[in-house]
């Protein structure tokens, strides 16, 4: 019996994928508009917010391979209710875009974590190059993957699911 229920609950929750409570979390580090992460400055003329605190956690998000694992969430998701609403989807390729280095324009951490063995030896950095590049190059392909997916959703709904959708946030996901 534990055989074939197990079975019927694998094919139900196929069938049925239920969304990601963490997806909320994870909105509230991909979007910029959150109170902790502005930079803006009040009376005092003090700056207020820790933007850089979101450009780490969207780094450290990218170096534990979140985004690959996101896409294939996404994917799995794409076309069906489940899949995340198109606020935090906005929000998801803003953090995308801010992360990939040449748009971003900061060395970040990146850097010196790839670079800790560099410098022995006659060739370490062209090493250091095509590590570089390798890594460009990975970054690029999950950041094209994420973006692919939530095209694919959007593709995907019906003509009546897309008119009830906000026009100005499918207009800044289109800017992203």
């Given at each position: ?66 985004f690959?694992a ?12 489940a ?94």
């Amino acid at each position: 019996r534990q055989g074939s229920g197990s079975g019927r609950n694998a094919t139900e929750l196929s069938v049925t994928l239920q969304p990601c409570p963490t997806l909320d979390a994870l909105g509230h580090v991909f979007n910029k508009k959150k109170v902790y992460y502005k930079s803006q400055r009040q009376w005092s003329n003090a700056p207020v917010g820790l933007p850089e605190v979101r450009s780490h956690m969207i780094s450290v998000f990218r170096r534990i391979r979140g985004f690959s694992a996101l896409a294939k969430y996404l994917d799995a998701r794409a076309g069906s209710p489940a899949f995340p609403n198109m606020e935090l989807c906005k929000d998801i390729l803003g953090g995308v875009w801010e992360s990939i280095p040449s748009v971003s324009g900061s060395s970040g951490g990146g850097g010196s974590s790839n670079s800790r063995d560099g410098n022995r030896g006659g060739n370490g950095n062209e090493v250091d190059s095509d590590a570089q590049s390798s890594k460009y190059v990975h970054i690029v392909s999950e950041s094209r993957s994420v973006a692919s997916t939530i095209m694919k959703h959007i593709l995907l709904l019906d003509e009546i699911t897309l008119k009830k959708m906000d026009t100005e946030t499918i207009k800044s996901i289109r800017v992203q």
